[in-house]
């Protein structure tokens, strides 16, 4: 088993602190930022930042859904960090100013892969299509912090 890595990187033309702070409402932003790729989306507590528990499914393909279970904490200032209860799947949103007015969003998804021939394909492919997953996720916020 090999770690597999995914990133994705947004300016967005909005403060840090309204990025992150539109990041962290699981309970009202969140669900307007999700792709189809999301289903079955709900937050079990909390609902703001650290501490809520998040529940999704995310179709990565046709065949292959996770069923994630998300308990969210805040490391430090500029990051959420949203840790999958059943498996080793870990997202890290960090949102750093990036000029007057703008931010950068880096969003990483990591987790233990397959082994094998298996694991090839999954180190391989799965990055590029969390890529694209998460590119429309930033476009949605990017939409939805530009209006504030």
């Given at each position: 088993?090999?770690?597999?890595?995914?990133?994705?990187?947004?300016?967005?033309?909005?403060?840090?602190?309204?990025?992150?702070?539109?990041?962290?409402?699981?309970?009202?932003?969140?669900?307007?930022?999700?792709?189809?790729?999301?289903?079955?989306?709900?937050?079990?507590?909390?609902?703001?930042?650290?501490?809520?528990v998040a529940r999704w499914e995310l179709h990565a393909t046709k065949?292959?859904?996770?069923?994630?279970?998300?308990?969210?904490?805040?490391?430090?200032?500029?990051?959420?960090?949203?840790?999958?209860?059943?498996?080793?799947?870990?997202?890290?949103?960090?949102?750093?100013?990036?000029?007057?007015?703008?931010?950068?969003?880096v969003v990483t998804t990591t987790?233990?892969?397959?082994?094998?021939?298996?694991?090839?394909?999954?180190?391989?492919?799965?990055?590029?299509?969390?890529?694209?997953?998460?590119?429309?996720?930033?476009?949605?916020?990017?939409?939805?912090?530009?209006?504030?």
């Amino acid at each position: 088993m090999a770690t597999v890595t995914a990133t994705t990187t947004r300016r967005v033309e909005a403060p840090a602190e309204r990025v992150l702070a539109a990041l962290a409402d699981y309970r009202d932003v969140r669900p307007r930022l999700l792709p189809e790729q999301f289903t079955g989306y709900g937050v079990l507590e909390g609902g703001t930042g650290a501490g809520t528990v998040a529940r999704w499914e995310l179709h990565a393909t046709k065949k292959r859904v996770r069923s994630v279970v998300a308990d969210v904490s805040a490391p430090d200032a500029v990051s959420l960090v949203e840790r999958d209860r059943n498996s080793t799947l870990t997202t890290t949103w960090r949102v750093v100013p990036a000029g007057a007015g703008a931010s950068e969003v880096v969003v990483t998804t990591t987790w233990q892969g397959a082994g094998g021939v298996g694991g090839f394909f999954e180190r391989t492919f799965a990055p590029r299509g969390l890529d694209r997953i998460y590119a429309r996720v930033l476009e949605g916020l990017a939409r939805e912090v530009a209006g504030r």
